[in-house]
């Protein structure tokens, strides 16, 4: 998680120009710190690239917009870090 | 090209999805309104047609790779750079490499040449979503017949 974690502030410090102290666990990406569904995208590439996965965005869109779970899930880093792990998992199982 | 229909690509010379590659071929036509305007008496293909002509065969790659079942539009363009001039008349080659296959959307890198070197490129992301409706569905595999996109991308679309 502690390596998943430094990999994925970096990369939105460095995709979004945020800070990378502003950048923390508890952060919501989009509530905390203002990426836009665009920037999300860029993010999102570097992400996938990073670890060799592919996040599945568009079912987590679903989730949330069908009211079955909280944005958080997905998009507070401690819980976004969880599934890209887990995701990682799943590849090298 | 038919630069006042935004029609890019005249014919699509690979496509390759494995090799997340595609190929068109375009030619800049020898006369058209847009060269009234651009420029008077010295008659180029505007930068941002260029980049069309990029976008048009990224999006005929990523539809292509998902065999007609999602619309990808264009929403960034990154690195674009126009490196020379290209004229009316001119042969053009625009060619898409797909780097990203993502949950929603798709990355390509495009490029155009013109006499084997390269004159135009860019880092061109797209949202891939459902088709909003079955006109634009109808109209794209109509063009897909015209540009030479292989029936078997769209057999079963």
Redesign the interface.
């Known amino acids: 998680m502690s390596s998943t974690f430094d990999t994925v502030a970096g990369i939105i410090s460095e995709t979004c120009d945020i800070p990378r102290e502003k950048i923390t666990l508890e952060s919501h990406a989009i509530n905390d710190l203002g990426i836009d569904s665009?920037d999300f995208?860029?993010v999102?590439?570097a992400i996938?690239?990073a670890f060799g996965i592919?996040?599945?965005?568009?079912?987590w869109?679903q989730d949330v917009n069908e009211g079955k779970t909280s944005s958080d899930k997905y998009f507070v880093l401690q819980d976004l870090c969880a599934n890209i792990d887990a995701l990682v998992a799943a590849k090298t199982a | 090209m038919r630069l006042e229909y935004f029609q890019m690509i005249d014919r699509i010379s690979l496509l390759d999805p494995e090799a997340r590659l595609a190929r068109a071929d375009c030619r800049v036509p020898d006369e058209s309104p847009v060269f009234e305007g651009h420029f008077p008496g010295h008659p180029l293909l505007p930068g941002v047609l260029m980049i069309e002509t990029m976008a048009q065969i990224g999006g005929w790659l990523v539809l292509a790779t998902l065999r007609f079942d999602r619309m990808p539009f264009l929403v960034q363009v990154k690195e674009a750079k126009l490196r020379a001039f290209v004229i009316p008349g001119q042969a053009l080659e625009a060619e898409a490499k797909l780097l990203h296959d993502g949950s929603g959307f798709a990355v390509v890198a495009g490029k155009i040449s013109a006499d084997g070197k390269t004159v135009a490129g860019a880092e061109i992301t797209y949202r891939v979503v459902p088709f909003p409706n079955a006109t634009l569905k109808g109209e794209m595999l109509k063009t897909a017949r015209r540009i030479a996109v292989p029936k078997a991308f769209f057999d079963a679309a």
């Not at chain 1, 592919?54 to 079912?59: A, F, N, V």
């Open positions: 665009l995208l860029d999102a590439f996938d690239k592919k996040m599945p965005l568009e079912q869109t």
